[in-house]
């Protein structure tokens, strides 16, 4: 079993829909919660970190976390064609740290259709 | 501008040539690490460094080594290539975020490398 699970996809969406992204982990020590976005060919970049239980929100992204379930996942509202990437889920064990040991799930891909 | 910078950008070589691949960050941040990229297999961490001669393994250290002997920099040392090390290779450093709860990583580029 990976350590962090996430479908592969590609994940088909409607422009202006919301993109659902899931992501599960095994270790129950882990802390500290992050997606990543990477468009083809580039570098990751954070879009969302989560760390208590529940939802936290920020523009049209938002981020859930059930620690009891060990499942993260990532809303996006209102689709945009621009948000087609690879999402990349990604866990640690240290609470104030993402630096030192970060384990990524291999990503899943997304394409919004217009 | 804030920025990581790897160098070189694309490298082909062959099995056995020893390699360095450089990292540099101008963000003062403490906490550097190196990722290969394989299809399918998401982002694997190598090694990293929580600060100045501090460096540990990561999930698949085997074949590489890093060293840290100024805070800006974070080389990687490919001693014996070989093809199972041809990958897309990525530095990232990382600081504090609000009130120190959380450290964002700075990606690089990446690096793609072939080994022939």
């Known amino acids: 079993q990976k350590e962090v699970e996430q479908n592969s996809g590609p994940l088909s969406v409607p422009e202006g829909a919301i993109a659902s992204l899931n992501c599960t982990y095994s270790d129950r020590g882990s802390q500290s919660f992050f997606w990543y976005r990477q468009y083809s060919g580039k570098s990751p970049e954070l879009i969302m970190f989560?760390?208590?239980?529940g939802d936290k929100e920020d523009g049209r992204f938002t981020a859930q976390l059930n620690k009891a379930s060990q499942y993260v996942s990532l809303l996006i509202r209102d689709s945009q064609p621009s948000d087609s990437a690879t999402y990349l889920c990604a866990v640690n064990n240290f609470f104030y740290s993402s630096a030192s040991k970060i384990i990524f799930g291999s990503g899943t891909r997304l394409s919004i259709r217009p | 501008e804030a920025q990581v910078t790897q160098n070189p950008r694309y490298l082909i070589t062959v099995t056995g040539k020893k390699l360095t691949v450089t990292c540099s960050q101008n963000?003062?941040?403490?906490?550097m690490s190196w990722y290969r990229q394989d299809p399918g297999l998401g982002l694997r961490q190598i090694y990293y460094s929580m600060n100045v001669e501090v460096t540990d393994k990561g999930d698949v250290p085997e074949g590489y080594k890093v060293s840290r002997k100024e805070k800006r920099n974070f080389p990687l040392i490919l001693e014996s290539p070989s093809p199972n090390q041809t990958s897309l290779y990525f530095c990232?450093?990382?600081?504090?975020?609000?009130?120190?709860?959380?450290?964002?990583?700075?990606f690089g580029p990446g690096t793609r490398l072939t080994v022939t």
């Open positions: 963000m003062n941040h403490e906490y």
């Open positions: 989560i760390y208590s239980n």
């Open positions: 990232a450093s990382s600081s504090p975020g609000q009130g120190g709860r959380f450290y964002e990583q700075y």
